[in-house]
């Protein structure tokens, strides 16, 4: 399956919880910023909850999703995620992101290498991803055999394909420069065998235990 096909099954749709969770860590760190790439925009949605806080959004993804132009600043281009060089220029943002991307992709080293790649030195990359090591994805591990994010079954979402643990995270940013990393947890997460979550207070408590996805923050080296 191409990699615009299998984009093109998510309908660009992120979780509301996961992108406004994503902004307001990239703002606490970044408060303004001139240019943000966001690799694997879908419709937007992120630019969006940034608008006020960035001059200009360049959305990077193999689809254009409908709505995606919808709002001041932003920009899309065509990009297989798959391949690199991604088609920005270098050092040119002040963030790069990528907002539950990565475990789309074949290779998540090359990902980070090309957000490293384009952003200034001193600015910020973000990473997302599904918390494989939530105890939600842990039973599911023991009991399934797989995590909960890459189940493999008629009517579930087929194209998660590279599955992250935190620690996994922590070292691909080491090992493509990034300084200053942090491991953050999203305080949002379903509660095992149901559809409800955790309240919030407990999950934002135990993160790791009880969150749904895994944030990779970190600045590029000053030159």
């Known amino acids: 399956m191409s990699t615009a096909a299998v984009a093109a099954l998510s309908q660009g749709a992120s979780t509301p ?21 966001d690799a694997g925009c879908g ?3 992120l630019a969006r909850a940034l608008q006020g806080r960035v ?3 360049l ?16 920009e899309f281009r065509r990009a297989d995620l798959n391949r690199v060089p991604f088609p920005v220029a ?13 475990e789309h992709l074949e290779n998540p080293r090359a990902l980070v ?19 494989q090591a939530s105890w939600l994805s842990k039973l599911s591990l023991v009991c399934k055999h797989q995590f909960t994010a890459f189940q493999e079954a008629p009517g579930l979402y087929p194209t ?3 599955a992250l643990l935190p620690a996994d995270l922590r070292h691909i940013g080491q090992e493509c ?10 305080g949002h997460g379903r509660l095992p065998g149901s559809a409800r979550h955790y309240p919030l207070g407990l999950s934002r408590r135990w993160g790791r235990a009880m969150s749904d996805n895994v944030m990779l923050v970190g600045r590029k080296a000053q030159a």
């Open 160 to 162: 998660h394909i590279t």
């Open 59 to 74: 959305g990077l993804d193999a689809v254009a999703y409908d709505g995606l132009g919808a709002g001041p600043g932003i």
């Open 55 to 57: 001059g200009r959004t």
């Open 43 to 45: 419709r937007g949605e």
């Open 90 to 102: 270098d050092g040119c943002a002040d963030a790069a992101v990528a907002v539950e991307t990565i």
């Open 177 to 186: 420069g990034l300084q200053q990393i942090e491991i953050l947890y999203s």
């Open 113 to 131: 290498r090309e957000l490293v790649r384009m952003t200034k030195p001193g600015g910020l990359v973000v990473v997302t991803t599904p918390n």
């Open 17 to 37: 919880a996961v992108i406004a969770w994503a902004a307001r860590e990239i703002v606490a760190r970044q408060p303004t910023m001139e240019l943000l790439v």
